[in-house]
């Protein structure tokens, strides 16, 4: 079984611009978690989807935002960036929520 | 709030030697427990987890003691090989937050052969 992708794997976008990630999740799963990691913050917890629908979410700005698809793949956008919005940012995927598989992530760079 | 913190940020051992990596949680309600090994380059990876109704769970070289009363949990790596060097995260789910997962700061675990 295929893991869990996302795209792109490298980014650098600038100031003010906006940003959309991919993740394909494992087949099967429904659930998909979306982290922010940094040095200083580690792993941040920035909203979860299952069946299309936001079920849970982190304390980040409106800025972050996301969406899920009928086939479970989601995306999350970032507006306006800020040069502390670069990072790594994983997704995760699950059958149900508690175990998450996570792919390799989205290095983003902000300049 | 809900807080998932290490105690030490590094950690070095000799290869062959045991590793014990500690996490402290401060949500007495977390229910579920995770342990993930993040290779440099890559996402985390699931190693073991424990729910709260358990102590102690054994997986393949490694083993996650729970201690509820001071919430505490521990990893323990046996017979560390080189191929173990990484970052180790706990994380923690209480019943109430619908599958959110709380990360610790993680600890990078070196191996030296």
């Known amino acids: 079984k295929a893991g869990v992708t996302q795209t792109p794997r490298y980014l650098i976008k600038t100031r003010g611009q906006q940003v959309t990630l991919s993740c394909s999740p494992i087949s099967g799963h429904r659930s998909v978690s979306w982290y922010q990691q940094t040095p200083g913050q580690g792993l941040q917890f920035l909203f979860e989807y299952f069946s299309e629908t936001q079920r849970n979410k982190g304390n980040f700005p409106g800025r972050f935002s996301g969406r899920q698809f009928s086939n479970s793949r989601s995306e999350m956008n970032v507006s306006t960036l800020e040069l502390g919005d670069s990072a790594l940012y994983l997704c995760?995927?699950?059958?149900?929520?508690?175990?998450?598989?996570f792919g390799p992530g989205t290095r983003l760079t902000v300049l | 709030g809900e807080n998932v913190g290490l105690h030490l940020p590094t950690l070095s051992v000799q290869e062959g030697d045991n590793s014990i990596i500690n996490c402290a949680y401060s949500?007495?309600?977390?229910?579920?427990f995770i342990w993930y090994k993040q290779e440099s380059g890559k996402g985390p990876q699931f190693i073991i987890d424990?729910?709260?109704?358990?102590d102690k769970r054994q997986g393949q070289r490694v083993t996650v003691l729970l201690n509820k009363t001071v919430k505490h949990l521990s990893l323990q790596i046996a017979a560390t090989q080189p191929g173990d060097s990484a970052v180790y995260f706990c994380?923690?789910?209480?019943?109430?937050?619908?599958?959110?997962?709380?990360f610790g700061k993680g600890t990078l675990l070196t191996v030296n052969p």
């Open positions: 994380a923690s789910i209480h019943g109430g937050s619908n599958y959110k997962l709380t």
């Open positions: 424990i729910r709260s109704n358990m």
């Open positions: 995760a995927s699950s059958p149900i929520g508690n175990e998450q598989f």
């Open positions: 949500n007495s309600a977390s229910d579920y």
